[in-house]
């Protein structure tokens, strides 16, 4: 199978910031059409999950202290439409970037 034809249907999502002095990156792959989610932090994977019906999930996991959660979001309105979310103890932290590198 050509995984180059999927790369349409996976969302890629990172968010870079800093907690007490420390620069974490964490990085969100998310499969509109297999519901397969992957999460990394600092480039570890710390979450690998899917849903038969994807109808979002949240992801919490700690920073040094701190709570992080990942949301992926389904919009009932348009179907296979997704919006993602990374908050830091409930605040949002302002998305880097959604592209993915080769």
Do not use: Q
């Not at 990394?40 to 999930?57: P, T, Y």
Request: aromatic share 12%; hydrophobic share 30%; glycine share 6%.
């Amino acid at each position: 199978m050509n995984l180059d034809l999927l790369k349409g249907y996976m969302a890629y999502r990172v968010w870079e910031f800093e907690i007490e002095g420390d620069s974490h990156r964490v990085e969100l792959e998310h499969g509109y059409w297999s519901g397969k989610r992957l999460i990394r932090l600092d480039g570890s994977i710390i979450d690998r999950s899917s849903k038969f019906v994807d109808s979002g999930s949240t992801h919490t996991f700690n920073i040094s202290n701190h709570e992080c959660s990942i949301r992926v979001i389904y919009s009932w309105w348009r179907p296979l439409s997704f919006s993602y979310e990374c908050t830091i103890n409930g605040k949002p932290v302002p998305l880097t970037s959604s592209e993915k590198p080769d």
